[in-house]
Antibody
Framework: QVQLQESGPGLVTASQTLSLSCAVS??????????WTWIRQHPGRGLEWLGH???????SYNPSLQSRTTISLDTSKNQFSLKLSSVTAADTAVYYC??????????WGRGTLVTVSS | EIVLTQSPATLSLSPGERVTLSCRAS??????LAWYQQKPGQAPRLLIY???NRATGIPARFSGSGSGTDFTLTISSLEPEDFAIYYC???????????FGQGTKLEI
């Protein structure tokens, strides 16, 4: 099975860039089997798909956040990353990394809470 | 952008009961619909994909149906561990993206 583990700062200052990484074990991010995906969940709210990256580096982003979002691969570490720029309090959420196939998310990380402070 | 609307927002039920959750899409999505279960403090878990296919390891009491714009998730006989929040999710091919419904909470 695939295991994913998010890491990164739990506290980010408003207007700065949120940066998270997702370490993958049990699969190679170069295999082409999955879309490597970021999803977030605002406290007490539903799920929001942020975007994904495929092994060739092709990305797709949520149009509502596209201008602020960058997802990239680090094949040397078998991990992928999320950068979300110009954050505000509205970006406070639990951020999950996940591995998707066409129809949905097969494997999830445990999630990491990121709080944006002013 | 396709919007998924789940109903009801909350359901209060008892173990052993049968329950049907609804998810309606703002336009046709064929059968490109999945269902997830999320318990407090945990990541979601995939239950159903492509409207009616159970994911690996999911008990047979969970079933999904529908196509086009109207979908349902049925739990034939609620177990205590089924009390959770359920989300539907659709995928679109262009632009390639996924959206979720707002969730239905099953409570005792």
């Amino acid at each position: 099975q695939v295991q994913l583990q998010e890491s990164g700062p739990g506290l980010v200052t408003a207007s700065q860039t949120l940066s998270l990484s997702c370490a993958v074990s049990g699969a190679s991010i170069r295999s082409g089997s999955y879309y490597w995906t970021w999803i977030r969940q605002h406290p007490g709210r539903g799920l929001e798909w942020l975007g994904h990256i495929f092994y060739r580096g092709t990305t797709s982003y949520n149009p509502s956040l596209q201008s602020r979002t960058t997802i990239s691969l680090d094949t040397s570490k078998n991990q992928f990353s999320l950068k979300l720029s110009s954050v505000t309090a509205a970006d406070t959420a639990v951020y999950y990394c996940a591995s998707f196939v066409d129809y949905g998310a097969i494997w999830w990380g445990r999630g990491t809470l990121v709080t944006v402070s002013s | 952008e396709i919007v998924l609307t789940q109903s009801p927002a909350t359901l209060s039920l008892s173990p052993g009961e049968r329950v049907t959750l609804s998810c309606r899409a703002s336009q046709s999505i064929s059968n490109y619909l999945a269902w997830y279960q999320q318990k407090p403090g945990q990541a979601p878990r995939l239950l159903i994909y492509d409207a009616s296919n159970r994911a690996t390891g999911i008990p047979a009491r969970f079933s999904g149906s529908g196509s086009g714009t109207d979908f349902t998730l049925t739990i034939s006989s609620l177990e205590p561990e089924d009390f959770a929040i359920y989300y539907c999710q659709q995928r679109s091919n262009w632009p390639p993206m996924y959206t979720f419904g707002q969730g239905t909470k099953l409570e005792i």
